[in-house]
């Protein structure tokens, strides 16, 4: 079984809805069965490749609402964090294009540590205020879950992994998503938003239940197309 999951690095709803999958998956019997796959997925691509803005103001400025009611808003998305284990400091921190964040995750994923990468650039940005912006930020973190330093330079200087970036993107919208996180179970059953663990682990557990094979009581008399029991 594959989940697919679509977030972006600075969504703080993504981190969130992580832990919720997560959650799901371990009570899930057959967790060892299911591959969880991130897909890209950018917020605001907008913004321009290099800069950073202060977070409130770029929100406030964004929905067209004073910089207190954005602060309010803030903590309430902390306060649910906090909920699931999360030490969120929204406030102080910065928002910026997250494209390289992203073809990162790509080839992390090549080197079958896209799991870890996910998980360090969340807890990078949301809990401990690093930036996920510029290739020296991103090379540093990718060092520490196992990445060629090298070959992440590389990558990101000719952006090798940039097509697939977006074409995660394309896909994301030709599946009907308008936001994320956007969680899909085997291309059949979507949910959108930061779901509770419950009502994911239902659509793992359907999408599981029509997985199956066929159970069967033991044969009674019948015909079985070229003889009848008489």
Not at 46 to 73: C, D, F, N, Q
Not at 179 to 193: N, W
Request: glycine share 6%.
């Amino acid at each position: 079984m594959r989940i697919e999951v679509w977030s972006d690095v600075v969504c703080p709803w993504c981190y969130i809805g992580k832990r919720r999958l997560e959650a799901a998956l371990e009570r899930f019997p057959h967790r060892e069965s299911v591959e969880v796959v991130w897909r890209s997925y950018q917020l605001d691509p907008s913004i321009p490749e290099g800069e950073t803005h202060p977070t409130l103001p770029a929100l406030a400025a964004k929905y067209g609402r004073p910089v207190e009611e954005v602060r309010a808003m803030v903590r309430h998305v902390e306060e649910t964090a906090a909920g699931e284990g999360l030490e969120y400091s929204l406030a102080d921190g910065v928002s910026g294009n997250t494209l390289l964040a992203h073809e990162l995750l790509h080839l992390a994923a090549e080197r079958g540590l896209q799991a870890q990468a996910k998980e360090r650039l969340l807890h990078a940005y949301f809990e401990e205020g690093r930036s996920v912006f510029d290739v020296d930020a991103l090379a540093a973190l990718a060092v520490e879950v196992g990445l060629d330093e090298a070959e992440v330079r590389a990558a990101m200087a000719d952006h090798r992994y940039r097509p697939a970036v977006l074409d995660d993107a394309r896909t994301a919208q030709a599946l009907g998503a308008t936001g994320v996180p956007f969680f899909v179970v085997d291309r059949k059953y979507g949910a959108a938003g930061a779901q509770p663990a419950e009502l994911l682990l239902q659509l793992v557990e359907r999408a599981w239940a029509e997985r199956a094979p066929l159970t069967t009581v033991p044969a009674a008399e019948g015909c079985d197309g070229d003889t009848c029991a008489v």
